[in-house]
């Protein structure tokens, strides 16, 4: 059974690159450009079979940005989900987050951290 990944960056040249990498280590991922996307998926998604296993996110995105996605998540027990953030920020680890990677990043670790997470 493929594990379900959430990969919420607005770079569309990144989140190309890392859907076919994961695809290729046999994720399924299902890419958002935003908050807003990715929160709807959530919610349509959430107990079913096609809910994540994890969540890729990106915090500085534009409509819906990942600490609001963050902040959704933490007031609906019903999304949550476990989170890797990926960002530029130089700000400090949101609350709740244990995975927090900088870009740039090691890609053998960022794989790592999906596999353990799924």
């Known amino acids: 059974m493929e594990k379900t990944v959430l990969l919420v960056e607005d770079d569309l040249d990144l989140r190309d690159v890392l859907q ?3 695809e290729s280590e046999g994720y399924d991922v299902i890419p958002a450009t935003d908050g807003h996307q990715a929160l709807e998926f959530l919610r349509t998604s959430r107990g079913g079979a096609d809910a994540p296993a994890v969540m890729i996110l990106d915090l500085m995105m534009p409509i819906v940005n990942g600490w609001e996605v963050l902040e959704a998540i933490h007031d609906d027990p019903s999304l949550r989900v476990p ?3 990926v960002s530029a920020s130089g700000g ?3 609350k709740g987050v244990a995975t927090y990677l900088h870009k740039p990043f090691n890609l053998v670790d960022l794989l790592l951290m999906v596999h353990q997470s799924c």
């Open 20 to 22: 076919d990498i994961l």
């Open 83 to 85: 989170v890797i953030v």
């Open 92 to 94: 400090q680890r949101p």
